[in-house]
């Protein structure tokens, strides 16, 4: 559906239906990137590997340029332990534990570490799946291709007039083999993926203004002095007094009950001193 005609044998792609694909491929690019995942790039064969070992590093993106190791992306957990090794040896060298290896366990270890920098150096720092992987050969890469389909990574590829566009999720079609239209699909993709993590940048700084713009308004809310609430001046009303003529009765009272027992208190024993002297 992408060749424009045939000449002498050779496929002709349209360009229209590339522009249009190359656009949708780095706005997809762009959103995954803003999002703050990783891409990988699979490009194996001997005209891409520069060319995408040049551009993807400056977005600091994982990329694999020498053997596809297969389970790469199936089997991922391997693949860590791998990275982890070579971890190991890079900090062996930097505690002063390598000194106490003899020479040919320094031997052994130089070469296992080269071997797997040749191989996991690119991807060292992607700890996880990737969000998206791009191949820039899908025959060749087919392995790449199977194993990112059966995890559901959507795929981006250059796709050649020899190779089937409906494998992959956003196809390019474009000439795989030259080494010119493959750093100028390349430079258009590293462009979008380097305006997402931009994008993804000011997002961020404008949500750390936001918040410390907050955090300063609220602290000039506590800082503020509180207004004086208006003290209400208390009238002290007059108490009335009780008239005094009110208690003068009831004191007299009680002084006459406490004479009328001291009075029976005082007969009492006048009584009785009579009974005995009957």
Not at 53 to 66: G, H, L
Request: net charge negative; aromatic share 4%; glycine share 2%.
């Amino acid at each position: 559906p992408y060749i424009f005609m045939e000449k002498n044998g050779i496929h002709i792609i349209d360009l229209n239906k590339t522009i249009v694909h190359i656009e949708q491929a780095a706005a997809a690019m762009k959103q995954i990137a803003k999002s703050g995942k990783k891409i990988l790039f699979v490009a194996t064969k001997k005209q891409a590997k520069e060319i995408v070992a040049q551009r993807v590093a400056k977005v600091n993106m994982p990329y694999v340029t020498e053997r596809w190791s297969g389970g790469m992306l199936t089997n991922f957990q391997t693949t860590r332990k791998s990275i982890r090794k070579m971890t190991v040896i890079d900090k062996m060298k930097s505690d002063g534990s390598w000194d106490t290896l003899n020479k040919r366990e320094k031997l052994f270890k130089s070469r296992q570490r080269e071997k797997l920098e040749k191989t996991f150096g690119s991807i060292a720092d992607m700890t996880r799946q990737p969000a998206a992987i791009f191949i820039v050969d899908i025959l060749k890469e087919h392995i790449a291709l199977a194993e990112a389909r059966r995890l559901n990574i959507p795929t981006f590829a250059i796709v050649d007039t020899n190779s089937n566009p409906k494998m992959v999720d956003f196809p390019i079609p474009a000439n795989d083999d030259a080494t010119k239209s493959i750093a100028l699909i390349l430079d258009v993709i590293c462009q979008a993926i380097q305006d997402g993590l931009e994008d993804r940048k000011n997002l961020k700084n404008d949500s750390s203004e936001d918040s410390e713009e907050q955090d300063v308004a609220v602290a000039a809310v506590e800082t503020a002095p509180v207004a004086a609430e208006p003290v209400k001046e208390t009238v002290e009303e007059p108490v009335a007094e009780a008239p005094a003529t009110e208690a003068e009765p009831v004191a007299e009272v009680a002084e006459e009950a406490s004479e009328e027992t001291t009075e029976e208190a005082s007969e009492e024993p006048a009584e009785e001193g009579s009974s005995t002297e009957a």
